[in-house]
């Protein structure tokens, strides 16, 4: 992985501002979509059913987020997510609390199962929980390590034929051979809201604009964990942090990924 | 068109606080209701077809926005509408990506003519899907400049009797006869999401003051601008502007329009 | 009520990150979560009726708030409202808008029958309308003064066994018998979306960490109250100040509280 590759990938981003289509939870899509306006791309928010096969096929791609998941929405996630796949549109799946409800960890594994999507990004228990009957995830927050989740996230991405992003203070990326860890990122980054979330529709931009999703994938989180880092260095609390993350996506450049960009 | 009527209206707005009633997307709820409470208004959302009549019946206006539609809500619509139209309480309507699927284009006609909005506000793209079938919308972006979709904003509000508010690098306000073109605004404010929602929003507070929907339409449209350009002065990115807005929304006084109103 | 209460009841709270299962309205799922995260718990929105029992049986505290209502949502919070309470997971209402519409003022009498929550807390036109049947709501926010409420709280409270805590100007919160009055917030407070449902999900987090829900509820009005004071020194406009109060709730301590904190 090359950090020549980051840069280029946002620049792309930046230049061609991707419509990214989210059917996302209601507590993010308002960050969700200003920080993928911050970075350059373009959201966008449906969840009817009426329309989300034509939402999808006119996207450069497709977020399944399952953190406030009903009936309806669930049906509209799979009518999306295959037509998305039909048509060439890379989808990610966001498992947002998957190990806390049968509910959640059944859709979860059923999207993988049917829709195939090409990034499966969560933290560790929410991975934990797409292969392990007995994994507990404590609402939506993790309770386990990221590099405890390692081993299972390369199973499942090797089983599904995906990438599998786990984030934490490390975050790994795996295609099932392979393990990219990214070091970048800052405590605070787990005291706001939608963080994970972020991470999966910036990394729904990268996949639009780079074909090979391990990369993609890699990254959306340096540029996550470097904005994260620049956003601390002026906020010593969530709400200032919040806000200087925003910018901290609109601001960062070939420098800023050059001098803090820690990958392995 | 008379900036003493803009401050005015303000002014009314601050003083007898309407309630304006959202029916609107997920996305912008937090932030339209916080952009008409700096603004002075009281923001209530309902959608629920049980008591949308009720809500709209005690509102000074009515907001129907089709960011997130489902079929529920757009049943609530046209309760909610109808009422307040029974009732003279000014509906305006925001059809958001409009052009971009069938299902918004689609319903946002349908509103229009079943419910007949006093005020329709939306981006060039979504003006034009309006009434042109080949009109195409990028998600919830505009591909069309505003100065290319004045004819066809003339010639709907003609047709449907209303006032109609093209947002864009200049506004265009129009009544059918006559446009009013507003230049105030700044480009970070197409870096936040939710921006034109908020216009509406504003443009319902105005309309709740004052029957000449087109002055209110236009009032809107300065004091979102001028409030825009007031918080790019001490913002660079779009994390901090978003904040600054509605501190611009809260503080923008008689000075600020008479100095910066820009409108001909 | 003691100050050293307040005091080690927030530090358990941050020292045990209860998990908070909120059924709450659209507007104010961000915020709501972001303060609860800020203070040191940990959120979970869930409404789905398929999980709800599940997700509440995990959770430490759980919120119903009825701000933006509908068919499924109203048979979800009885159904994790009821588990809730078998398990002996305290309940909270919200009785956002009672008043208003009848749908919302007959949806929180029954969830106070039906599941009998542990706290109510809402403003003064809210609570009136649990009780008189003539009391009017204006959309969301007040019409009355808290303290025109107290002995309708009171009563409320004595009825159904049960904490009423109506905040306002002062706050007031009650068990029926004795009334403590928490006289700490900033006018400001009024002028960001979501303040009252913010002080709900406090009350929740606290009352997780202390069985004495009276305690639980008086300590959750004075964190607030005095993180909307601490905001208020560094912010005159809304949009700073709502970025400074999650600040505060994060960095609100010992002294800040022991400094401040006015109840009688």
Redesign the interface.
Known sequence: MNTEKVISDLQKVREN?P?V?NIT???????T??AL??MGA???????V??VE??AS??SALVLNI??????WIEAMFKAGKKAKQKGVPVLLDPV?AG?????TDTAKKIIDDVRPDIIRGNASEILALLKADAKT????SSASSDDAVEIAKELAAAKSCIVSISGKTDYITDGKSVVAVANGDPMMS????TGCTATALAAAFASVNKNYMEAAVGAMVVMGIAGEMARQNA?????F???????L??INEEDIKGKIRIA
Chains 1, 2, 3 share one sequence.
């Open positions: 501002a419509l289509h939870n209601y507590v993010v899509m308002n960050s979509a200003n306006l911050s373009s959201p966008v928010m449906a969840h009817a009426e329309e034509e939402m006119i996207a953190g406030t998941l009903s009936e309806k609390g806390a409800t049968t509910l959640r404590k609402g939506v927050d005291k706001i809201t939608g010593d609390a969530p709400g200032t919040q806000v200087k993350f925003l910018d901290a609109y601001q």
